[in-house]
T-cell receptor
């Protein structure tokens, strides 16, 4: 069965800290891995990764995928209170699974 | 460009009733996916529509159904509501062949 596991489930840090969120997956015919940030309602898209070893970066956030070890990390440097949210990792599979993102349970980040 | 919109935003129904939720995708997006989000299960895929056809379906009972119109707007229907159907229902749209999905604000359904 396809699954996505995120760790830790929750995390409390102080402003200015750097955090690393983890996402491991088992999916047949991997196509892409996506990261979303969910603050109140709608998850907002952060990154999509399809190739191993290529870092995606946006400001203080960055992410990398390891297709051999089946995991991805999301790094946030110099955290701010506005980074407090649930971060969701999702995986899309090839063929026959159009539109179906398999989500992890998320990591709840609290920045104090 | 306007984002994904969902109506209504909040809904309270009683057991046994049925409900219809609506989703308007981003202009130009032809694929619409629906998800159920609960604290215990996280985000779970319901179904995906493209060109008025359901291409993919998750593991939900037949009480959950949907459709898509020629303008790509989509509706989902839940019949014979149960207490366990209380959840945030999210819809997401994407371009044909695109990996990333963009989410609407969701409809919060409470079944009493």
């Amino acid at each position: 069965e396809d699954k996505v596991v995120q760790s830790p489930l929750s995390l409390v840090v102080h402003e200015g800290d750097t955090v690393t969120l983890n996402c491991s997956y088992e999916v047949t015919n991997f196509r892409s891995l996506l990261w979303y940030k969910q603050e109140k309602k709608a998850p907002t898209f952060l990154f999509m990764l399809t190739s191993s070893g290529i870092e995606k970066k946006s400001g203080r956030l960055s992410s990398i995928l390891d297709k051999k070890e089946l995991f991805s990390i999301l790094n946030i440097t110099a955290t701010q209170t506005g980074d407090s949210a649930v971060y969701l990792c999702a995986v899309e599979a090839e063929g026959g699974s159009q539109g179906n993102l398999i989500f992890g349970k998320g990591t709840k980040l609290s920045v104090k | 460009k306007a984002g994904v919109t969902q109506t209504p935003r909040y809904l309270i129904k009683t057991r046994g009733q049925q409900v219809t939720l609506s989703c308007s995708p981003i202009s130009g997006h032809r694929s619409v996916s629906w998800y159920q989000q609960t604290p215990g299960q996280g985000l779970q895929f319901l179904f995906e529509y493209f060109s008025e056809t359901q291409r993919n379906k998750g593991n939900f009972p037949g009480r959950f159904s949907g459709r898509q119109f020629s303008n790509s707007r989509s509706e989902m229907n839940v019949s014979t509501l149960e207490l366990g159907d209380s959840a945030l229902y999210l819809c997401a749209s994407s371009l044909v062949g695109a990996h990333e999905q963009y989410f609407g604000p969701g409809t919060r359904l409470t079944v009493t």
